[in-house]
């Protein structure tokens, strides 16, 4: 029984970091699969979270309580899709290189949050801790249950990253628009030549990733930090890149990477739980995820086929 609580408590840690990744590597299966590469993953989930803690913050203040978590999801998403927006404009209608952009994304995103945090919070390097933050779903007559309940013991945002996982899937495999998003991420001249507009294909694939990802970074303020400071992402924007090259641009395999990447960080808090940090030194521990990054990258990186016209602009005009 000993054990299996145990067990269930891992699997649970690990959803509760593999979401933001899960959401975020969906929002960069979207755009690669479009044919844009977005490096600025990370600086969406900055915006997505900084938009999360401060607008939630205010409808705390406006006395909207248990409804200002939802705002600052909503804040989330437009922040995210204006960050989008930009690497889009930036990669699509003028061409310019997409991993610069996408580079230059994030730097604006860090520095510009930083700077309205201190100026919003009277030279604060973080927001205020929420008060209504996201809390754990307890389902009656099955958090009981051991195993079972512990693992299902989760926060609303898992639950909305796994069916995002299916709706994913099935928008990109069974519809008309994801067959067109694909075809223009493999060979946009022949889908422009039966009629599929490239361009405008290809700025929804990169502001429906901007979408994901502003909600990516805003599961992290709204549940485990509860507050947004500088390091509130601290990287998990490119471990989700690698969730999304590990999973081979599918969106199921995106869930699978971002639950292995998960775990380590599980692991992190379980070593830490159970006094083995008194073993282990410290920094080997907070080293772990990325570590697990860099191992899974050097090991699917020979094995991984991106889109085919992946980071190649489109000029209707040379067909």
């Given amino acids: 029984m000993e054990f299996l609580n145990l067990l269930g408590q891992t699997i649970n840690i690990t959803l509760v970091f593999s979401t933001a990744l899960i959401l975020a590597g969906l929002g960069g299966v979207f755009s690669e699969r479009s044919g844009v590469i977005n490096i600025g993953l990370e600086g969406i989930m900055i915006a997505g979270a900084f938009g999360a803690a401060v607008f939630s913050y205010y409808a705390e203040d406006a006395g909207m309580g248990e409804l200002s978590p939802y705002i600052g999801l909503l804040a989330a998403i437009l922040l995210g899709v204006i960050f989008a927006w930009i690497h889009a404009i930036a990669s699509i209608r003028f061409k310019a290189n997409q991993v610069v952009s996408g580079v230059v994304i994030n730097f604006l995103a860090l520095g510009m949050t930083v700077y309205l945090v201190k100026l919003l919070f009277e030279g604060s390097g973080q927001s205020p801790t929420l008060q209504f933050a996201f ?3 307890t389902i009656p007559g099955v958090t009981d249950i051991p195993f079972i309940g512990t693992v299902l013991h989760a926060y609303p945002t898992t639950y909305l990253a796994i069916i995002l996982v299916f709706i994913a899937y099935y928008v990109l ?9 694909r075809a223009v991420g493999e060979h946009p001249s022949a889908a422009d030549t039966v009629g599929v507009q490239v361009l405008r294909t290809r700025y929804i694939g990169v502001l429906l990733s901007g979408v994901l990802a502003g909600l990516g970074g805003a599961t992290i303020t709204l549940t485990t930090t509860s507050m947004f400071s500088h ?19 599918h969106p199921v395999g995106v869930f699978g990477a971002a639950c292995f990447f998960g775990l380590s960080q599980a692991l992190k808090d379980l070593l830490q739980m159970y006094g083995l940090s008194n073993w282990i030194p410290s920094e080997f521990i907070y080293m772990l995820p990325y570590l697990f990054t860099v191992l899974v990258l050097i090991g699917a990186v020979s094995r991984a086929y991106p889109p085919a016209a992946l980071g190649e602009p489109y000029d209707p005009g040379k067909r």
């Fill in 135 to 137: 809390t754990k779903l």
């Fill in 231 to 249: 390091n509130t992402i601290s990287g998990q924007g490119f471990i989700a890149i690698a969730a999304m090259i590990f999973g081979k641009w």
């Fill in 173 to 181: 495999y069974r519809t008309p628009f994801g067959l067109r998003l």
